[in-house]
Each structure stands twice: as structure tokens, then as C-alpha cells.
């Protein structure tokens, strides 16, 4: 069965930084692409970062610069780390790869 679990999250103050992790199972995680998205208060779920099988990659420009997806296929985990993090990076991050979703993990950006 797909399953990814996520972990990194927490509160960080602005200007700091967070590294979201993502490991997979259930599938072959080297030929997939793998993405995260992310869900603030009130907003629709919109795609933060994408990676592809060949480390093509693709950003939201609201957290290009600041964000880098990654990926260790031989740890089948996809990672975010994200620097310079803003209040309004707030909300729950989601990894999602071979449609499926992983579970979310809160980041809150506050002072």
C-alpha cells in the first residue's frame, strides 16, 4: 500500500528556517515524480514545489529563492527545506506522490 509520512514541521519565527521530510513506501519511488503543496487558513491547497524522476524541478514564484525540493532515492524520502520562511508560509504542508497524499504537518511562521 502507497503511504508517505512527513515530519519537519513546527513553529519557527520569521526569518528562520524548517526542513520538511517525506519518506515513501508502496511504490518505486526512483521513477516518480513527487511534489509538495501546501494549505494556508482560509486558501485552497496550492503546489509549493515538484521534483521529477530526473531532478527536473518546478516552484510556486511565491517561495522561489527562499524554498529547494530535493529528493534521496535511496532513502525514498522527498525533502523541502525552506529558508527565510514568511507569516503568510503558514498553513499545512502536504506531500503527495502517485496520487496519494501524505498525512500534512503544520508549519507556522509567527513571532
Known amino acids: 500500500q502507497v503511504q508517505l509520512v512527513e515530519s519537519g514541521g513546527g513553529l519557527v519565527q520569521p526569518g528562520g528556517s524548517l526542513r520538511l521530510s517525506c519518506v515513501a513506501s508502496g511504490f518505486t519511488f526512483s521513477i516518480n515524480g513527487m511534489s509538495w503543496y501546501r494549505q494556508a487558513p482560509g486558501m485552497e491547497r496550492e503546489l509549493v514545489a515538484r521534483?521529477?524522476?530526473?531532478?527536473?524541478?518546478t516552484y510556486a514564484d511565491s517561495v522561489k529563492g527562499r524554498f529547494t525540493i530535493s529528493r534521496d532515492n535511496g532513502k525514498n524520502t522527498v525533502y523541502l527545506q525552506m529558508n527565510s520562511l514568511r507569516p503568510e508560509d503558514t498553513g499545512v504542508y502536504y506531500c503527495?506522490?502517485?496520487?496519494?497524499w501524505g498525512q500534512g504537518t503544520q508549519v507556522t511562521v509567527s513571532s
Open positions: 521534483i521529477s524522476p530526473g531532478r527536473s524541478t
Open positions: 503527495k506522490g502517485v496520487n496519494t
